[in-house]
């Protein structure tokens, strides 16, 4: 502000008025006001010019947004698409498991014999052999899944049925634990005849086949290719 005064003794902004504004009976610009009272020593002035006032006005925080349909969709389906990922991980894993040479139309697994529990936690349980490698552990990945806990969880012994030969055989699996058969270690291949005992940790089966000399799968198989023919 470069305050002046005039020869009447009225003081103004010169940098906004060229002569002084009270003396030529106006202030000038309407939308300012300016009032100068000169003192003995010293000068008090006041201007106030409303397009400069700043009022406070308090700024309200914007809403929180809530997700829409779509998003909340799209969400919604990672969210399960995650949880199957987690359980597909934690669901046992069938490559483990053997792989059969043949299934029935209906896609079920022939069974070739059995194993039925006469002593142990499983007493009185049978389980079914199938063709090709049958594995024993107490994982659920196995074949044939004990409760024993004495029992390895995999790959403590193998049962093998193999069909041209229609024959059945014991041996060691992967395990570091042992396992007999009739009271025998096992450390080889052993032939299975009917009614031989595996004793498995504290657990014991006897062996009951189903395919020999006198029936197999592959003969019904080769029946129902001969009848089409």
């Known amino acids: 502000m470069n305050l002046k005064r005039c020869d ?3 003081f103004y902004d010169a940098e906004k008025f060229s002569s002084c504004p009270h003396c ?9 006001t300016v009032a100068i009272q000169p003192g003995d020593d010293d000068i008090k002035t ?8 700043e009022k406070s006005i308090p700024v309200r925080p914007e809403p929180v947004r809530q997700e829409s349909e779509k998003q909340m969709t799209s969400s919604l389906s990672a969210n ?24 029935t139309e209906t896609g079920i697994e022939p069974v070739v014999g059995w194993l039925v529990c006469i002593q142990g936690e499983d007493m009185g349980k049978s389980f ?12 659920v990945k196995m074949d044939i899944v004990l409760k024993d806990n004495s029992v390895s ?9 193999e069909p041209k030969r229609r024959e ?6 992967e395990s570091r634990e042992l396992f007999y058969l009739n009271d025998n270690l096992v450390l080889n291949f052993e032939k299975l005849k009917v009614n031989d005992v595996i004793q498995v ?23 129902d290719k001969e009848q089409k023919n």
Request: charged fraction near 30%; charge should be negative.
């Open 8 to 10: 009447k003794g009225h």
């Open 168 to 173: 059945f055989l014991a041996q060691p699996g």
């Open 201 to 223: 940790g504290n657990t014991k089966l006897m062996f009951v086949p189903f395919c020999s000399e006198v029936f197999s799968w592959d003969d019904i198989k080769k029946e």
């Open 46 to 53: 006041e201007a106030l010019t409303m397009d400069k006032i």
């Open 128 to 139: 079914n052999l199938k063709d090709g490698r049958n594995f024993i552990g107490r994982s």
């Open 80 to 103: 399960i698409s995650r949880a199957m990922q987690e359980v597909s991980m934690s669901e046992p894993d069938d490559d483990a498991k053997t792989v059969r040479y043949y299934e």
């Open 153 to 161: 969880r995999d790959k403590h012994a193998v049962i093998v049925y």
């Open 24 to 32: 030529a009976g106006g202030i000038g610009n309407s939308d300012e």
